[in-house]
């Protein structure tokens, strides 16, 4: 269970440590990652830590990231580091050196990134968006989260819409399965009631298959040499097998055919194109090709191969590079709101505790004027004290007030409100930092 700290919440207390793609090897990554089902007990465990007020795991198939709400960079290390020696049986020479460790708006910033796929193996990517959500819905359900936590993550997520919105970093494909499906889409005005005939079994070409379902295809027909494994290539995708010597008639049949097979030499040529009644799109998605060149020249035949896919995903590559200026200078907005709040809270604290104190003086100030005055004051004459009394007070300190406020909006090494502490005669304790 996640402790709250006494005193108001600031990033500088906010950590990440991990490892990603970048740092560390798909091995060693695989080591250290996090089951859905093993994610609440290992927070549970982290959050008793000392020096450990909550966090939130980041586990994909190219990072593992630990969000730590904590008193002390050291402490959050030593915790990260502990947990997978503890969890997952680890030498820390092992997986130590891959580490790295962010703090305060370093951390921020990085999480905002990340959920912006700014730091994603594919730049503009979808999925970690929702994996970020996610994360934090685990903590919520571990109890592991804090206000600290909370407002950033909740932030982050709004960080991700926008980028997602206002720029165009995700709007092209990079995968070559799903450029397939763009060309096809670019091809034939719809996709609807589209008939697909899928050549072989390659992975690729089955994921191109089930895009072009998602967009309206209906009829998918899976032709392989081997029949057992083109029937269980149908199943998988809801589509029908047939065998492989019918390969001339299904493909007069078809709309568009996707072709990854591992043969050495073409199996698809002009001659099985003749007698077509309709405009054909063929996907060549092997390597060696499995499609005659020559049958790009064809009447109503539209051959693309993987160059040719290569070429488009690389294009729409830079476009999404060419968005990654706008994506970061979102970033940058957000980390700057979310350091303006943490700036505007981290004074909460002492000037509560100001007023509290001034009031304390106030009231007992009042209570010996009445004592000594002997006076018995009428119920209004008792309110217009009261009232006088509290607005000097509010008087005195409003200036001292809105000094700190916008002390800290500028300066972010809170002199002031050390010095505010200190003049006040307040208990010393750094509150701006947990």
Same mark, same amino acid.
């Given at each position: 269970?996640?402790?709250?700290?006494?005193?108001?919440? *600031?990033?500088? %207390?906010?950590?990440?440590?991990?490892? %990603? *793609?970048?740092?560390?090897?798909?091995?060693?990554?695989? !080591?250290?990652?996090?089951?859905?089902?093993?994610?609440?007990?290992? $927070?549970?465990?982290?959050?008793? !830590?000392?020096?450990?007020?909550?966090?939130?795991? $980041?586990?994909?198939? %190219?990072?593992?990231?630990?969000?730590?709400?904590?008193?002390?960079?050291?402490?959050?290390?030593?915790?990260?580091?502990?947990?997978? &020696?503890?969890?997952?049986? +680890?030498?820390?020479?092992?997986?130590?050196?891959? +580490?790295?460790?962010?703090?305060?708006?370093d951390a921020v910033r990085h999480l905002f990134e990340v959920v912006s796929s700014l730091d994603s193996m594919v730049l503009g990517e979808a999925q970690i968006a929702g994996q970020v959500k996610e994360s934090?819905?685990?903590?919520?359900?571990?109890?592991?989260?804090?206000?600290?936590?909370?407002?950033?993550?909740?932030?982050?997520? #709004?960080?991700? =819409?926008?980028?997602? %919105?206002?720029?165009?970093?995700?709007?092209?494909?990079?995968?070559?399965?799903?450029?397939?499906?763009?060309?096809?889409?670019?091809?034939?005005?719809?996709?609807?009631?589209? #008939?697909? +005939?899928?050549?072989?079994?390659? =992975?690729?070409?089955? /994921?191109?298959?089930?895009?072009?379902?998602? &967009?309206?295809?209906?009829? $998918?027909?899976?032709?392989?040499?081997?029949?057992?494994?083109?029937?269980?290539?149908?199943?998988?995708?809801?589509?029908?097998?047939?065998?492989?010597?019918?390969?001339?008639? /299904?493909?007069?049949?078809?709309?568009?055919?996707?072709?990854?097979?591992?043969?050495? *030499?073409?199996?698809?040529?002009?001659?099985?194109? =003749?007698?077509?009644?309709?405009?054909? /799109?063929? $996907?060549? +998605?092997?390597?060696?090709?499995?499609?005659?060149?020559?049958?790009?020249?064809?009447?109503?035949?539209?051959?693309?191969?993987?160059?040719?896919?290569?070429?488009?995903?690389?294009?729409? &590559?830079?476009?999404?590079?060419?968005?990654?200026?706008?994506?970061?200078?979102?970033?940058?907005?957000?980390?700057?709101?979310?350091?303006?709040?943490?700036?505007?809270?981290?004074?909460?604290?002492t000037i509560k505790e100001m007023r509290s104190i001034a009031e304390d003086v106030r009231k007992n100030e009042v209570a010996h004027l009445l004592k000594v005055l002997d006076a018995d004051l009428s119920d209004?004459?008792?309110?217009? /004290?009261?009232?006088?009394?509290?607005?000097?007070?509010?008087?005195?300190?409003?200036?001292?007030?809105?000094?700190?406020?916008?002390?800290?909006?500028?300066?972010?090494?809170?002199?002031?409100?050390?010095?505010?502490?200190?003049?006040?005669?307040?208990?010393?304790?750094?509150? #701006?930092?947990?």
């Amino acid at each position: 269970m996640a402790i709250e700290p006494d005193t108001e919440v *600031h990033p500088v %207390n906010f950590f990440v440590v991990g490892l %990603n *793609h970048k740092t560390a090897s798909v091995d060693l990554r695989e !080591q250290v990652a996090f089951t859905h089902s093993s994610i609440r007990p290992s $927070l549970e465990k982290l959050c008793a !830590q000392a020096g450990i007020y909550g966090a939130a795991i $980041l586990s994909t198939c %190219n990072r593992t990231e630990i969000y730590l709400h904590a008193v002390s960079e050291q402490s959050a290390y030593e915790g990260v580091c502990s947990l997978f &020696q503890d969890e997952k049986g +680890l030498v820390s020479a092992n997986f130590a050196p891959h +580490l790295y460790t962010l703090s305060g708006e370093d951390a921020v910033r990085h999480l905002f990134e990340v959920v912006s796929s700014l730091d994603s193996m594919v730049l503009g990517e979808a999925q970690i968006a929702g994996q970020v959500k996610e994360s934090f819905k685990d903590a919520q359900l571990a109890d592991s989260t804090t206000m600290l936590l909370d407002r950033i993550f909740r932030q982050a997520r #709004s960080v991700g =819409k926008r980028v997602r %919105n206002q720029t165009t970093i995700g709007d092209s494909h990079v995968s070559l399965s799903t450029v397939a499906v763009d060309v096809a889409k670019e091809t034939f005005k719809t996709l609807d009631d589209r #008939s697909i +005939l899928l050549v072989g079994s390659g =992975k690729m070409s089955e /994921l191109a298959a089930r895009y072009l379902q998602e &967009q309206g295809a209906t009829s $998918l027909i899976v032709a392989s040499r081997t029949h057992a494994h083109a029937a269980s290539v149908a199943r998988s995708i809801g589509g029908e097998a047939r065998y492989f010597d019918e390969l001339p008639e /299904l493909i007069k049949q078809a709309d568009i055919v996707l072709s990854s097979t591992a043969s050495p *030499h073409v199996i698809i040529n002009p001659d099985m194109l =003749k007698g077509r009644t309709k405009p054909l /799109l063929i $996907l060549d +998605l092997a390597l060696p090709r499995d499609v005659d060149a020559a049958c790009g020249e064809m009447e109503d035949v539209s051959l693309v191969d993987l160059d040719d896919l290569g070429t488009i995903a690389a294009m729409n &590559q830079r476009r999404r590079e060419d968005s990654t200026a706008d994506a970061r200078a979102i970033v940058e907005e957000e980390v700057a709101l979310l350091l303006r709040w943490a700036a505007e809270h981290a004074v909460t604290p002492t000037i509560k505790e100001m007023r509290s104190i001034a009031e304390d003086v106030r009231k007992n100030e009042v209570a010996h004027l009445l004592k000594v005055l002997d006076a018995d004051l009428s119920d209004d004459d008792r309110a217009a /004290l009261e009232a006088a009394t509290e607005a000097i007070v509010k008087k005195m300190l409003h200036a001292p007030t809105k000094a700190l406020r916008e002390s800290v909006l500028t300066h972010t090494d809170y002199e002031t409100v050390t010095a505010a502490r200190v003049l006040f005669g307040l208990k010393e304790e750094s509150e #701006s930092i947990q």
